[in-house]
Structures are given as C-alpha cells and as structure tokens.
C-alpha cells in the first residue's frame, strides 16, 4: 500500500484524557480513533492487525474442530430470563435498549443463551457431540471504568468459543486441547513467554476455571507466579485449598501485575438446564449436554502486545501481526522505490511504501511510531551502491544488502 493512500496521520500528542501507552501509540500511529471512553473505531493500519491476530485464532480453533459462526447483537430479554441473567441486580454491565413496537431488548454482553437456544435445533442425540462452534464478534459491556485504551472497552471484538459434549469427562479432555491452542495463539502473537495458564475459584457451577494472564505493569490484575511450575495463582483466590488442589504447597511466588487476556470455563449443564438442551444416549436415555466457554479478546490482545513490546520511539509489532512486513521508505528516490515496491509486492510481501513528499526525518520517526518489522530505505546513497538498506524495528543497526537477500531473509 502506498503512504499517500492511507488516509490516516501520525499525531505527536495523543488525546488529553487517554492514560493507557496502548491507546496512546496506537491513536498517534494512526491505528485507532477514540469515539468515547472505552469506545475505538480500527482505521487501516488498526484493521489489518485485528485481522491478523483473528486469522491466527481461526487457525487454532479450526485445528481443535471447531466451526465459526456469527451471532446477534441484538437479544431476545425472554431468553436470558431464563437463567436468570437478564436482571441488571444479576448482571451489572448490561447495555439495554427499546423497541419502537414495544418490549426491551439487550446488546450481549456475552453468547451462551442464545447459543444454547440454537443448538436446541440441532443436538438431539449422541451422535450430534461434541461440537465447538466459535465466532469472533463485538460484545458490549457497560464497564464501570475504562482507563485502559483497547484493553478495556465498552464495545469490542471477543473470539469466544462454546463446547458442547456428552459429559463432563469429555468437556475435561477438551479444555486441555484448548489450553494447548490458547498457548499456540498466545506464542503466535508474540507474548507466549509471559503468559500463563493461571487458576482461579470458579463460579458456582465448577470449582476452578482458568484464565491466561500476561506479565505487565498495565494490568488491571495481580497474579501469584511461579515461573518453575509455569502455573499461576489469581491474587484473590490465593488460599491454602488452590495450592494444595494444584500441588503447588511449598512453591515460590511471585507477584506480579497481569492483563487476563484469554479464559476458559467448565460450565456443566448450568445453561443446558435452564434452556432444555438434551441428548438422547445409545440407550435412548436423556441427558443434560455439558458445556465449556472459552474466550479471547482480540482488541485486549491488540493493546497487550502493544503494551509489552513497544519502546520509546513507538510500537514494535511482531512480525506475525503486523500490518505491513515491509516499510519502505523513498528519501528522494521515487523511481528506484517504485521497482523495489513492485518486487517486493509480486513475491507477496506487505509493502508499506511511504511514498509521501515530506523530510527523511518525519519519514524514519512515522516509520518507528508505527513499527512495521523491516524498515527499507531507498536513497541516493543506496542507489550509488546498488543495494538498499535494511533496518529491524528491534535492532539498532541498518545494513546494505541486496532487494534478493531481503526477500529470502522474508
Ligand atoms: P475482566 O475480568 O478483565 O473484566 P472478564 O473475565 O469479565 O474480564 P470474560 O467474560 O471472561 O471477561 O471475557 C473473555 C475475554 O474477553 C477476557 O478474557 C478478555 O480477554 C476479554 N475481555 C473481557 N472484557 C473485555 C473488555 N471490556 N474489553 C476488551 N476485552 C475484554
Ligand atoms: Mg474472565
């Protein structure tokens, strides 16, 4: 894509009431644009991130079986009543609404009801489970505080992802292959090293759940770790009983400060009981179908990455998510550029080409506020040498190689 085509700009000062580093990069940058407290729209760059960071996802949940589908907004209050959930007193984050022709309707918060309501249509027997169907949709929560850019919003992108199996035994079989995809995910994008699969007391319905916590100082959450037993303690729930179910007595901790980024819940038939989903066995008895959740925020793993990676100069993407594999610059040289742009983008390389009439300076300090992972210059310099000259977003260094040696280091 060529600079003088994205609309967006890159900004010094990042709006006086945001706090958050990630919402601070990312509306400098040019990713995002802030609506309202806790409300962002994704511009190009934004989009493309998202993106990325959702097809890996699909990856993992396709890899694990399951099936992506794309549900309502909008919600049916006679459903939720059913669990008890529509009750503001209950739920305390609801965003609600009228309809002209009369009744209330609410913007989920979450989709287990209506789920299970569906699939009402389609299990009926043994043979119908297990099924994982998944999707990546917008959530509203009307969030007490939202101080923490993308991390927190009040209308974001959630993958969240629904088992429904035969038994509790085989929900358990499936949360550890979920816990191997959340971990794959967590790598891909680039923080699988400070994040753990952390325990915590679960709701009423399963004793523990599991939350996968990322190291950093701009969590709202505090984990006890122990890097030994790469097993993390929520803060709160950190009691003799947890350690002694885990056998984690006598470990080290460490306390540290963590942004939960993914979760996952044994829901037994809590949901399929209120809502009627059963299954008839291989001996025509009913029973009740057993449930799982297993949630990511997208927008919340966004704004972690760019939290934990970035540095002075601006955001450092990893090379998995980032918008653009290539930034090339043109420092006066636009007819050389254009050649190399045009090799690059055949071999499918993503080429941002800033092709803009503006200072070498403005150029090298966008290129680093926005963080594409190679950094490419094109001037007379280079030119006269017949190379170009490569710098990583990581690395201090720049190098004169050739456009061929750059495609295979690709
Ligand atoms: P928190 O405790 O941080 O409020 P939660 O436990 O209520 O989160 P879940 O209902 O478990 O959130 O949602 C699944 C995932 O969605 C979370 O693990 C988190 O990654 C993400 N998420 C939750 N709330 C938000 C939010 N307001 N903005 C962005 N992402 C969110
Ligand atoms: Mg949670």
């Given at each position: 894509m060529k600079q003088s085509n994205l609309f967006t700009k890159?900004?010094?000062?990042?709006?006086?009431?945001?706090?958050?580093?990630?919402?601070?990069l990312l509306i400098r940058a040019g990713y995002i644009n802030k609506e309202m407290a806790g409300v962002y729209s994704y511009l190009p760059l934004g989009l493309r991130v998202l993106e990325k960071i959702?097809?890996?996802?699909?990856?993992?949940?396709?890899?694990?079986?399951g099936s992506e589908i794309?549900?309502?907004?909008?919600?049916?209050?006679?459903?939720?009543?059913?669990?008890?959930?529509?009750?503001?007193?209950?739920?305390?984050?609801w965003f609600k609404t009228n309809l002209k022709s009369g009744g209330e309707l609410g913007l989920a918060f979450t989709h287990e009801e209506p789920l299970t309501h569906i699939m009402k249509n389609y299990i009926q027997s043994y043979r119908d489970l297990p099924v994982f169907p998944y999707q990546i949709q917008v959530k509203f929560r009307n969030e007490l505080r939202a101080k923490s850019g993308i991390m927190r919003g009040r209308e974001f992108l959630m993958k969240d992802m629904y088992s429904f199996t035969k038994s509790a035994e085989e929900t358990d079989a499936f949360h550890l292959e979920a816990q191997k995809a959340y971990m794959n995910i967590f790598?891909?994008?680039?923080?699988?090293?400070?994040?753990?699969?952390?325990?915590?007391?679960?709701?009423?319905?399963?004793?523990y759940s599991h939350e996968f916590q990322t190291i950093s100082d701009a969590g709202e959450d505090v984990i006890h770790l122990s890097r030994e037993r790469n097993i993390a303690v929520?803060?709160?729930?950190?009691?003799?009983?947890?350690?002694?179910?885990?056998?984690?007595?006598?470990?080290?901790?460490?306390?540290?400060?963590?942004?939960?980024?993914?979760?996952?819940?044994?829901?037994?038939?809590?949901?399929s009981?209120?809502?009627?989903?059963?299954?008839?066995?291989?001996?025509?008895?009913?029973h009740p179908v057993d449930m799982g959740s297993y949630g990511i925020g997208i927008g919340r793993l966004m704004g972690t990455v760019v939290e934990v990676l970035s540095d002075e100069k601006g955001i450092v993407w990893p090379e998995s998510i980032a918008p653009f594999q290539v930034h090339l610059l043109s420092l006066g040289e636009d007819e050389a550029a254009e050649k190399v742009y045009a090799t690059l983008t055949q071999k499918g390389i993503e080429v941002l080409f800033d092709d803009r009439d503006i200072s070498a300076g403005a150029k090298f300090a966008d290129s680093e506020l926005i963080g594409i992972p190679y950094r490419v210059v094109v001037s007379a310099n280079t030119e006269k040498e017949e190379k170009i000259e490569v710098k990583k977003?990581?690395?201090?260094?720049?190098?004169?190689?050739?456009?061929?040696?750059?495609?295979?280091?690709?």
């Open positions: 890159t900004r010094k000062e990042a709006p006086k009431d945001e706090e958050s580093t990630n919402a601070k959702s097809d890996i996802i699909r990856e993992e949940m396709d890899a694990i079986g794309h549900m309502t907004t909008l919600q049916e209050k006679e459903i939720w009543e059913k669990t008890n959930r529509w009750d503001d007193e209950v739920v305390d984050n790598d891909r994008v680039g923080i699988g090293e400070r994040t753990f699969l952390t325990v915590s007391n679960g709701a009423s319905f399963s004793k929520n803060a709160d729930d950190y009691g003799p009983e947890i350690l002694k179910d885990f056998d984690l007595e006598g470990i080290e901790f460490e306390e540290v400060k963590s942004v939960e980024v993914g979760d996952i819940y044994k829901l037994g038939t809590k949901y009981d209120a809502l009627g989903l059963s299954y008839t066995d291989e001996d025509g008895t009913t977003r990581t690395e201090e260094d720049e190098r004169l190689i050739s456009v061929e040696e750059l495609i295979s280091q690709l």
